[in-house]
């Protein structure tokens, strides 16, 4: 009763806490949304930058904040460096780092350097993943609490990307994908396995293999009447387990091989969505055993491709494909509203990263052109503004106390008024 009580009273992962923190990938609700409203519209290289300070490597991850620190998972790739980097959020100014040297071979494509993935903080500690060397646990001064390096290799095509979730007293982590995928609740003080779930991984896609499966799926913890769930999104399904036993809830099929995307949920359904022209998907949540015929409520066998996951906003699905195409859906019937292309000066307007949704219904955007979008979060589409960086950008944007913070592959940005 009492490890339930520790984890019901957290179940929006930090949401007892400020609203101006940013402590996981996509925010305080991990579905992207903020409580803050009349963010920065306007800015540029030169124009409402508070600070920008020189990275020493190009990344994929996505800044978290909380309290008066930014922290940015960084490798330094010909020196084998895995690092945490942590900043002052007022100057830029870099306070410490801390990290893991590894060195062994390991699979990624040429576009996904290594530490991807974002870090994830409740204020004490700072949980990071480093794919095949480990799991890390950092006091907020960069003291190592707990290591988990004994988890296996990963080896897929495209390598890692999927982010520590801490929610109560725990951490939740998709480790794959790859034939080693295992979904993990670890003990957030001890980095102790409280329990696992082994995905089949399926083919890894290299050596002419072009059976191409993987999840860079995290996984969202709601509640469903009385109880709570895990949700999942998998090659070939979508699921839920017990957060507290592992047990798995209910399985829905329907998904495509290739899952980029991190489930959402409202009213009841869980919004689950694939990439390189797969499926969509809603699904009743709260279900038992195989929910296909009874709970999927519309199924979209091929969508445009989409890496970053997308914002609701009252009763429709916001999200950015792979060409930088906006996307607006019912929630209810998965009926397509529009779809608009946003692009801005830079030399390209692919797009890898998610979508932001601020309190006051604007959706933030990047993409890898370096240029930066605002839109009403409405069905008929409205671009407030278009800004550039001049630099590529695939992580996602974090919002703090006003401020915007944007990684690039050169400069960690801090947008908006000192």
Not at 36 to 41: A, G
Not at 123 to 151: P, Q
Not at 243 to 270: A, H, Q, R
């Amino acid at each position: 009763m009492k490890r339930t009580l520790t984890l019901l009273l957290a179940v929006c992962p930090l949401l007892p806490a400020s609203a101006d923190n940013w402590p996981m990938w996509r925010g305080v609700n991990g579905d992207g949304t903020c409580a803050e409203s009349k963010l920065p519209e306007k800015w540029g290289m030169e124009e409402n930058v508070a600070w920008k300070v020189a990275l020493p490597d190009r990344g994929n991850s996505t800044p978290v904040v909380w309290g008066d620190k930014v922290f940015l998972t960084q490798a330094i790739e010909k020196e084998g460096k895995r690092l945490l980097l942590c900043f002052d959020k007022k100057t830029g100014k870099q306070l410490w780092d801390a990290g893991t040297i590894y060195k062994e071979k390991e699979l990624t494509h040429a576009t996904n350097p290594y530490c991807a993935a974002s870090p994830a903080t409740d204020g004490e500690r700072v949980i990071v993943f480093h794919a095949s060397a480990g799991v890390f646990c950092y006091d907020l001064n960069g003291k190592e609490l707990w290591k988990r390096t004994d988890l296996g290799k990963l080896h897929h095509i495209w390598g890692c990307g999927t982010s520590p979730v801490i929610a109560g007293d725990r951490v939740f982590l998709n480790f794959g994908p790859g034939e080693n995928t295992v979904l993990y609740a670890f003990d957030k003080k001890t980095g102790k396995t409280l329990w696992e779930h082994k995905e089949p991984g399926g083919a890894s896609g290299e050596a002419g293999n072009k059976t191409w499966l993987g999840s860079w799926s995290d996984p969202l913890l709601r509640k469903a009447g009385s109880r709570y769930e895990l949700l999942m999104s998998y090659p070939g399904r979508a699921c839920a387990f017990d957060p507290m036993s592992g047990k798995e809830l209910w399985t829905c099929g329907g998904l495509t091989p290739l899952v980029y995307n991190s489930p959402l949920f409202v009213d009841g359904l869980g919004i689950f969505m694939c990439g390189y022209g797969g499926a969509a998907m809603a699904v009743k949540i709260g279900g038992s055993g195989d929910v296909t015929e009874k709970n999927r409520v519309w199924h979209l066998p091929r969508v445009q491709q989409r890496i970053g996951s997308g914002v609701i906003h009252e009763g429709h699905h916001y999200i950015l494909t792979d060409g930088g195409i906006v996307e607006c859906r019912n929630i209810k019937t998965g009926e397509l509203v529009f779809n608009e292309r946003i692009k801005g000066p830079g030399p390209t307007g692919q797009n890898w990263s998610s979508l932001v949704l601020s309190a006051d219904g604007k959706c933030y955007a990047a993409n890898q052109g370096g240029d930066c979008f605002v839109f009403k979060a409405a069905p008929k589409f409205e671009l407030l503004a278009t800004n550039t960086l001049g630099e590529k950008i695939i992580g996602s944007i974090a919002v703090s106390d006003g401020q915007l913070f944007i990684r690039g592959y050169k400069n960690l940005w801090c947008i908006g008024k000192r």
